[in-house]
């Protein structure tokens, strides 16, 4: 994986700069913030890994050329950014177990990462339009997926749940003076951030479904369904192992890794990035058919395949 | 031919030229399998035999993959 193997340095300085600010919050925010970040620090053993998060502004330095110290402010930021939209998720999702302390820990989140942006872009800057455009995507994302069903009627739609993760692909080119090409290079992201979405929601479909969560997945059994009533467990485990819903499923996501390619963006990384969500969705997808094929061919002839060296 | 399907063969092949291989299969075919082929199947799976003759055939269903946990499907990564 080079898109993290050749950053690992740069990911750490991220991560040390991440727990300064925190350690300087008031307390007890500043021992709450600090095991809050690691459940996201790439180095803890459990922790979430959002590398996008974290190395997007690196992944970007072969168009924007800027400095190593600027890519890890701007990452910082995208941690608490990222940090802050976690716990509106949790908020929103009404986990009876939050803290309360999550909520002025969000907004010093939020401080800190407008005084790393505030830095770099004055107010009247270009940078603060899209700030607000990220900001209203976000918001219509996840008020109205659930309603609009956009992984079948709006698919780009999945992709604007992360689009604060834009703030700092967008900042960059802004810092580097090539506004003219955010448009491509935000919809080169909104396409990885789809992928990226469709391969979250291959892993989480048991417990969204169990939740009521929206999934992108769910949503395609269920127009491939047609039926009017929720989905049953039994449904979705044939439409996943006996009718092969994987397949068409990753299929579209196959089609934005050739997508992107046409965009002609010199973006090794983020390319490879993509590469790796998608060739674990196939191979998933794949294990699913070759195992389908060995029980079609009886219960001993299954056991042997999986039991013979 | 995979090994599996080589082995199934091989069973019934033997079956088919040895009537003592196919007594034995009949009484006991997990006893039967794992002395001629060396093929051990564990206690927990009950293995049953049946023989077709000219006009009776059986169909088995076997158990559909949806039964089986997605844990063991999704390749564990992070992104």
């Keep these: 994986m080079p898109w993290y193997k050749d950053f690992e340095k740069e990911l750490a300085q991220v991560f040390m700069e991440s727990q300064r600010i925190v350690a300087t919050f008031p307390p007890p925010l500043n021992h709450k913030g600090l095991s809050y970040l690691n459940k996201f620090d790439i180095h803890q053993e459990d922790s979430s890994k959002n590398y996008i998060c974290y190395l997007l502004p690196f992944w970007l330095k072969e168009i924007t050329h800027l400095k190593d110290a600027d890519c890890v402010k701007l990452s910082v930021g995208n941690v608490f950014a990222m940090l802050y939209f976690f716990i509106q998720d949790d908020i929103m999702d009404n986990k009876t177990t939050l803290d309360r302390d999550q909520i002025p820990l969000a907004n010093l989140l939020h401080m800190q990462f407008l005084e790393i942006y505030r830095s770099y872009f004055p107010s009247d800057s270009l940078f603060w339009a899209y700030f607000h455009q990220y900001i209203i995507e976000w918001t219509d994302s996840v008020s109205n997926e659930h309603q609009q069903d956009y992984f079948r009627t709006n698919i780009i739609m999945t992709a604007r749940k992360a689009s604060p993760l834009k703030l700092s692909s967008t900042g960059a080119l802004v810092l580097s003076g090539q506004s003219e090409l955010i448009s491509t290079l935000t919809n080169f992201i909104d396409h990885v951030l789809i992928t990226l979405q469709m391969a979250d929601d291959w892993i989480d479909w048991m417990d969204d479904w169990e939740e009521g969560n929206y999934n992108g997945l769910l949503s395609m059994i269920n127009e491939e369904s047609h039926r009017d009533e929720p989905l049953t467990l039994d449904l979705i485990k044939n439409a996943i192992f006996v009718r092969g819903v994987m397949k068409r499923y990753t299929d579209i996501a196959s089609a934005n890794h050739t997508y992107i390619q046409t965009l002609e963006l010199n973006l090794p990384y983020l390319i490879s990035f993509h590469k790796t969500l998608i060739d674990h969705l196939i191979k998933d997808a794949n294990q699913i058919e070759e195992d389908k094929l060995l029980q079609e061919k009886g219960g001993l002839y299954y056991w042997l395949s999986k039991n013979m060296i | ?79």
Excluded: C
């Design chain 2, 1 to 79: 031919m995979t090994q599996q399907a080589l082995l199934q063969t091989q069973i019934i092949n033997k079956a088919w030229e040895d009537p003592s291989f196919k007594a034995q299969l009949l009484a006991d075919p997990k006893k039967a399998i794992k002395e001629a082929l060396g093929v051990i199947i564990p206690e927990h799976i009950k293995l049953k035999m049946v023989e077709e003759s000219s006009d009776v055939f059986y169909l088995v269903l076997p158990s559909s993959p949806s039964e089986r946990s997605p844990e063991n499907i999704q390749t564990k990564i992070t992104w």
